[in-house]
């Protein structure tokens, strides 16, 4: 029996992985704590919301009262952690939330999780984090563990900091702490801010579909279900101490990501004419990062983990579920 605190569960990442927890556990209690910011949409989590294994508190990570409350409810042996503010472009104009919630809100889970969990046998805490923390590659090499840190905008250098806390807990506390590292991530659910979402949504509105600088940035993109996966598989057999970097393998340049999306979008559609005339380059992002890739060697040879989807398939999915929403 596991009671498993998952933070920011109502956001896209989180969503999924509290489905999948919630109805692939039935033993395990998920207690979803998430502050239900714009980001979120706690709709996403309909299909469960009666499941007697799943409860929802809305609440701050950085509430300390709060989360103690919750550590004494529900005996929390477990801690999966999600929550942060996600994305680059407000961490620009906005940096202060970026470090409450993705710093002051990690260190609160940290310390709450060491006072709390005495023995430290059978507990954990699992760290969500990103690529972007290890900053920019340029045509060749990969990320992996043993990247250094060069953090670029003020949402990587939030998360490289938080990642930073969670290793010294473990070193200075011996609290039991595992990272993953992962690339982006795209699927349901995701706000419509970020790239992909703000795409399919310009060719569902016919508006410009606004692309940063030249197009020629690198991102490498996983399936947000194959995440959740390894996410599970970490959470399981991985161990303590540790880092994974998850990865897609599947590196694409913005800007044919867009002519891909387009491409599916106008098959739906059954377009006669190509929207790829709504395509618009606008200035570029600040301190935008060139390229990212991961090699998932580690977790693919010691967890034997690997994504499973095919990327055509799931856009496809992706676009259709943004039609339909
Ligand atoms: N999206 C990606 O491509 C990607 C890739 C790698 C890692 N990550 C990491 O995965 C995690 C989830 O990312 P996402 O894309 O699902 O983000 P998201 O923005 O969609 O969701 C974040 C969730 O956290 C909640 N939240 C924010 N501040 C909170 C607070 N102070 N207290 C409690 N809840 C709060 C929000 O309400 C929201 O539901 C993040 O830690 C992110 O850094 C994301």
């Known amino acids: ?43 996403f989590l309909e299909e469960i919301k009666n499941f007697k294994n799943y409860f929802f508190i809305q609440g701050d990570i950085c509430d300390m ?29 906005n940096a202060l939330e970026f470090a409450n919630t993705n710093i002051i809100g990690t260190i609160n889970l940290l310390e709450l999780s060491r006072k709390n969990w005495n023995k430290k046998k059978n507990n954990l805490f699992y760290h969500i984090s990103t690529d972007e923390v290890f900053g920019t590659l340029n045509q060749s090499g990969f990320f992996s563990e043993n990247s250094k840190y060069d953090p670029h905008s003020p949402y990587s250098a939030s998360k490289a900091s938080a990642d930073h806390f969670v290793r010294a807990f473990y070193d200075t506390h011996k609290l039991p702490v595992i990272l993953s590292n992962c690339s982006n991530n795209y699927g349901p659910n995701q706000h419509k801010e970020k790239l992909i979402p703000t795409v399919i949504n310009s060719l569902i509105k016919n508006t410009k579909i606004p692309v940063y600088g030249n197009g020629l940035n690198v991102r490498d993109w996983l399936y947000v279900e194959d995440h959740v996966e ?39 559609q059954q377009k006669k004419y190509s929207s790829v005339d709504l395509i618009s380059f606008v200035k570029d992002r600040l301190g935008h990062d060139y390229r990212y890739a991961i090699d998932i060697s580690k977790i693919k040879n010691e967890l034997g983990w690997i994504p499973k989807t095919n990327f055509i398939d799931s856009l496809k999915k992706t676009v259709n579920w943004y039609l339909n929403d």
């Open 1 to 43: 029996m596991k009671n498993i605190l998952i933070t920011g569960g109502a956001g896209f990442i989180g969503s999924h992985v509290v489905k999948y927890f919630v109805k692939k556990y039935r033993n395990y209690n998920i207690i979803n704590l998430d502050k239900l910011t714009y980001a979120s949409n706690i709709s």
């Open 230 to 268: 390894a996410i599970d598989l970490i959470f399981h057999k991985g161990t303590i101490g540790e880092t994974y970097c998850i990865g897609g393998e599947n590196e694409i340049k913005n800007i044919d990501l867009i002519k891909m999306i387009i491409k599916e979008y106008d098959l739906i």
């Open 65 to 93: 009262e709060k989360v103690q409350e919750i550590f004494n409810k529900y005996k929390i042996s477990n801690v999966i952690h999600l929550a942060a503010e996600s994305h680059v472009d407000n961490s620009i104009e």
